[in-house]
């Protein structure tokens, strides 16, 4: 498995979701992403997103500004 890193910092919604999703389709099933992002809407954002998607939201932070999100590529 090859875990990989997205910045998304800087961005606002929707962009953090979609480059995302871009990033999931290219990893292999069970694969983490790991996103940095700025935008406060993220957190709902993400929590939807995987809800709807069947990705795993593994665990989440905040921290000086900064959101993180870990994300497992659904099977």
Do not use: W
Not at 24 to 29: E, G, N, Q
Not at 33 to 38: C, E, G, K, Y
Not at 42 to 56: I, L, M, P, S
């Amino acid at each position: 498995m090859a875990d990989q890193l997205l910045d998304a910092k800087g961005l606002n919604c929707p962009l953090p979701i979609l480059r995302t999703k871009k990033a999931l389709k290219d990893m292999a099933i069970g694969d983490v992403l790991t996103v940095q992002a700025t935008d406060p809407g993220a957190v709902k954002d993400f929590e939807a997103f995987c809800r709807t998607t069947g990705n795993e939201l593994v665990d989440s932070s905040t921290a000086n500004g900064e959101y993180h999100f870990r994300i497992r590529r659904k099977q």
